[in-house]
């Protein structure tokens, strides 16, 4: 399965710099989809047989695995719109009189749509008047990768854009809400997979939660995080240690997701 993904990626144009960075620049070494076969291999394995049995994660890891495959399959970006699109016939003759005409709601993004907007975004965001804003001092030459972390979380806590409150509340870190956060949401009664119900963060729009995202983390409880920001690991890591989740498996899976974040950042 290895061999063939590999053989797939090549055939569609992968190369040595696909992944936005040279594959020896990876802390896995020979990073590999274009480069080895157990990297792709493992990754079939984890998406079957890693972590949790909840369903959250083994949604996410059936996402990771589903991925891979499409990808090398048709050579197309793997995106959560995968479902089909059923056309509506068009109505036979004229159109009965006084007939009541239902006004048209503009449809919500689709999950693969929300995200590329999420991305395109927090892109070409500049992310220093953002700090400003919420006082929090962080080096310039730790944004690029910062961003990259971010993302790669908001992928993981919101399904790639799938998740209920990422489209209805534009909340894509599963931020609940907390006083601090007045002026930049407003409350959201949210029920989770567990079936508990608590209020939750809605923003108004995809920058509203950027610079809501990193005024949650000026909280008291993670105070500090402007210190461990030169790297993906030192950062979710400190965030885990004050409490950000109670997932073992969340550092390990963001850093999965780094590659892919960096490369919709581009």
Not at 90 to 102: C, F, K, L, Q, V
Request: contains cysteine; aromatic residues 12%.
């Amino acid at each position: 399965m290895g061999e063939f993904l590999r053989q797939a990626f090549l055939r569609h144009g992968a190369h040595t710099r696909s992944w936005n960075r040279l594959h020896t620049a990876s802390r896995f070494g020979g990073l590999g989809w274009i480069r080895q076969t157990v990297p792709a291999a493992h990754l079939l394995e984890l998406g079957f047989m890693e972590g949790k049995n909840d369903p959250v994660h083994l949604d996410f890891l059936a996402h990771l695995a589903a991925a891979s495959l499409y990808e090398a399959f048709t050579g197309r970006t793997f995106t959560n719109d995968l479902s089909p699109v059923r056309a509506v016939p068009a109505r036979s003759g004229p159109a009965r009189r006084g007939a009541r005409t239902r006004k048209k709601v503009p449809a919500a993004p689709a999950a693969g749509e929300l995200l590329r907007q999420l991305a395109a975004i927090y892109r070409d965001l500049d992310l220093q008047p953002v700090f400003r804003k919420v006082k929090a001092e962080v080096r310039a030459e730790d944004v690029p990768e910062l961003k990259e972390t971010t993302l790669a979380q908001w992928i993981l806590e919101s399904g790639w854009a799938s998740s209920k409150l990422s489209r209805e509340a534009l909340n894509f870190a599963g931020l609940k809400w907390r006083s601090e956060m007045t002026g930049f949401a407003t409350k959201y009664q949210y029920t989770d997979w567990q079936g508990e119900t608590e209020p939750y963060c809605k923003f108004e729009s995809i920058e509203h939660f950027i610079a809501g995202y990193w005024r949650f983390l000026q909280r008291d409880v993670y105070r500090g995080w402007t210190e461990h920001t030169g790297s993906t690991s030192d950062f979710v890591g400190f965030l885990l240690k004050q409490g950000y989740t109670v997932s073992d498996t969340y550092l390990p899976n963001v850093l999965k997701l780094v590659p892919r974040a960096a490369a919709l950042l581009v």
